[in-house]
């Protein structure tokens, strides 16, 4: 069998920073009684967020935190999260570990700065993605979420108005969405803040059209950029596969000449190699 890699995969650096950050907190604090605590699920990859369980870190969502004291470490992940949950840590005593993405830092800072210049704010993404949800408490309540451009359509767009998008949001249905409230208002304020990562993802899945006989894609399937990466997939080859782990291959796989191996941005190296194993009857 040929297996051959998409030419750029796996991790982002927002979620490689993310992980060593709490990998480096499990490493300081060995041996010591203090409690070490991701807001939210750190990454959307269950192969990761397993292995760091098994190092004791614990998830909290960021409406409860009976169990964070002094002596606790909150990693903050990469999409970020809202300014009262930060001051509620804070007054807890904790010490904050901030791994937000800096791409999405840049999100909230123009969501904040913007509409306290007045200006009514519109993300383009998953309205309960954590990432549009730690976003838009930065807009003051000026904020409104679309998901599609038939949302977009329906919507009246004040005069003054900014559009930003969820960075691992489609680029192909933002640009629908760009073009359909720019119609309703030219004078929008657009910032396409989709990451490059995601779209280089895209682009190197593309590549692969027409060279292999199957196509698997690993990473979370709670994940967006990964679905979406699955989805441009199925679109290129019928014979497509979402795995999180090398032990969902089905048998068929096995049998084909070519396969090519894509990841969405959470998923690791280590899941990556153990694929490919797995295909050359290497595991």
Known sequence: MEIIRARVLGFCFGVRRAVETAEKAVAGNAGSSKK????????????????????????????SFEMVDRDSVVVIRAHGTTPAVIEALK??????????????HLSQKRAKEWSEKGYSVIIAGDRNHGEV????????????????????????????????????FSPVEFEKIKEVLLAKNKDLVVFNSICSATMERQEALAELNGKADGIIVIGG??????????EAALAICPKSILIEDAEEIPEEFLS???????????????TIEKVELFLKNEK
């Open 36 to 63: 070490i605590f991701t807001l939210g699920p750190l990454v959307h990859n269950p192969v990761v967020m397993d292995s760091l369980c098994k190092c004791g870190v614990q998830v909290i969502d960021g409406s």
């Open 133 to 168: 949800v730690s976003i838009s408490s930065y807009a003051q309540k000026k904020c409104r979420v679309i998901e599609s451009a038939e949302e977009a359509s329906g919507m009246e767009i004040p005069e003054n108005t900014i559009l930003i998008a969820q960075t691992t």
């Open 91 to 104: 007054e807890k005593e904790a010490e904050i570990l901030d791994a937000t993405c800096p791409k999405v």
């Open 256 to 270: 084909l000449s070519k396969v090519a191996l894509t990841a969405g941005a959470s998923t690791p190296d280590s």
């Open 221 to 230: 399937k709670n994940s967006a950029n990964t679905k979406r990466l699955y």
